[in-house]
């Protein structure tokens, strides 16, 4: 049998030093990007969406890259990717060219040639694909406390909340008001809806509304509404988001004062946000209307139009003007009501 060599004392450190410059020098795992300008980038490939690629580097944290930029990914570990028809895929390696995008399957190693911009999403939210759910939410409060030569009080709540599902998503949205001056109110309304969609494709959608309204100015004890509608996603995006609906209602209002009313309305919902500056500057505009079937003096508009600033950790400042019009309101209250606010908020 051979004698296996026993390193002396002298020798020991010696290659102890070695084996730990071969580690240093040996490359670590880390996804691999080659770029259209010949520049290679070492780091993990986190997402994929809207046409920007999320990259975690060691030595600037995440960076944004333009997806149209990328000539090749090569991963250590497999992503996923998904097309815009919502066909998924598992891979290590994307080489983009003019012509086409080559995606090489890691279950097979068969390689596919697709458009160059049919990829939608890499590593895209579960929920994307059928599984689990996203939960959205905004809560924007805005107060006043004001003594002195004018005695004042204002409260101004407002927020919303979602679920999405693949094919279905459930929002809600509510708000309050409640002002007073020298100790007499001055304004109290509030309002609540609700808002249930399917999508019978990826932007085609249909669903139902509910919604209850209280203005004690406006001289409305309780306007109730429910009814089915129809709606289009154009976009569904981080940086830019607009959807529309039209539908029927049925609408039941109690006034305080004048004579109760229902009638059957049609009624559009309006909801869009962009970033103007992405991830510093949102503008943002919702507006729902009802127009009565029986008698078109019976407009009845909300809207909402502003600016939202992302500060730090999900807390937002938001500009605000909101205009109301009723044309159901007796004759000797204003028909329309607008109001400025600043707002401070928490999005999540």
């Known amino acids: 049998m051979k004698a296996i060599p026993v390193l002396n004392s002298r020798e020991r450190p010696c290659i102890a030093l070695l084996a730990a410059m071969l ?9 691999e990007l080659l770029m259209k300008d010949g520049s290679r980038l070492l780091g993990k490939v986190v997402k994929q969406e809207d046409g920007t690629l999320d ?5 600037a944290g995440t960076i ?11 991963a250590d570990e497999p992503v996923r990717v998904m097309l815009e028809d919502e066909e998924l895929y598992e891979t290590a390696d994307i080489t983009r060219e003019d012509g086409a995008a080559v995606v090489t399957a890691v279950t097979d190693g068969t390689s596919v040639s697709i458009e160059p911009d049919a990829i939608a ?15 959205t939410g905004l ?35 509510g708000q309050l008001e409640k002002d007073s001056s020298f100790g007499e109110t001055t304004a109290q309304n509030w309002l609540l809806t609700g808002k249930y969609d399917h999508f019978q494709t990826e932007r085609f959608y249909y ?10 100015f406006a001289d409305l004890d309780l306007r109730s509404k429910i009814g089915p509608h129809i709606g289009y996603q154009f976009y569904e995006r981080p940086t830019l988001n607009l959807s ?10 109690n006034f305080i004062s004048a004579e109760d009313n ?29 127009l009565s079937m029986e008698d078109t003096g019976d407009l009845v508009i909300n809207s909402w139009t502003g600016f939202r600033f992302p500060l730090y950790m999900g807390i937002v400042a938001s500009l605000e003007a909101e205009v109301k019009y009723d044309g159901s309101s007796p004759s000797d209250i204003d028909k329309t009501d607008t109001t400025y606010r600043a707002k401070l908020g928490y999005q999540w």
């Open 121 to 135: 999403f890499i590593n895209p939210e579960p929920w994307r694909y059928g599984e689990g759910y996203r939960l």
């Open 207 to 216: 669903g139902a509304n509910v919604g209850f309204e209280h203005d004690e």
């Open 139 to 173: 809560l924007n409060a805005g107060l006043v406390y004001q003594r002195g030569n004018t005695v004042s009080d204002e409260i101004d709540i407002d927020g919303n909340l979602g679920l999405r599902w693949k094919d279905d998503r459930v929002t809600f949205y």
């Open 244 to 253: 529309t609906d039209i539908g029927i209602m049925y609408v039941n209002e």
């Open 64 to 74: 944004k890259v333009k997806w149209d930029q990328v000539s090749e990914l090569h």
């Open 55 to 59: 990259f975690e580097t060691t030595y």
């Open 23 to 31: 580690l240093a020098v040996a490359p670590s795992a880390a996804d």
């Open 262 to 290: 229902d009638y059957a309305a049609l009624s559009w919902l309006v909801d869009y946000d962009w970033f103007v500056i992405p991830d510093h500057v949102q503008l943002y505009h919702r507006q729902n209307g009802l």
